[in-house]
């Protein structure tokens, strides 16, 4: 599977998501966002990376696939 197309709010999002200690509520907070903003995110991600919805999955795809470091 190639790099997704991401727009530039799912690209403000991935990294924030790889930060563990931050929660949905405090990403939410950081992006000016609702945390049930974030989930829908985190879901449309998992899609376009065609993994299981997840943070933890989306995480692990998007650094497989070069949209985040290692």
């Known amino acids: ?3 997704p ?3 530039p709010a799912e690209e403000r999002l991935l990294p924030l998501l790889a930060e ?3 929660t ?3 990403i939410a907070g950081r992006l000016g966002v609702a945390p049930a903003t974030v989930k829908a995110r985190v879901r449309r991600l998992a899609h376009k990376l065609g993994v299981t919805p997840g ?3 989306v995480v ?3 650094r497989q696939r070069g949209l985040l470091a290692p």
């Open 24 to 26: 949905y509520a405090a």
């Open 55 to 57: 943070r933890g999955a």
């Open 20 to 22: 563990w200690d931050l």
């Open 60 to 62: 692990a795809a998007a």
């Open 5 to 7: 197309r991401l727009s």
């Open 1 to 3: 599977m190639g790099r």
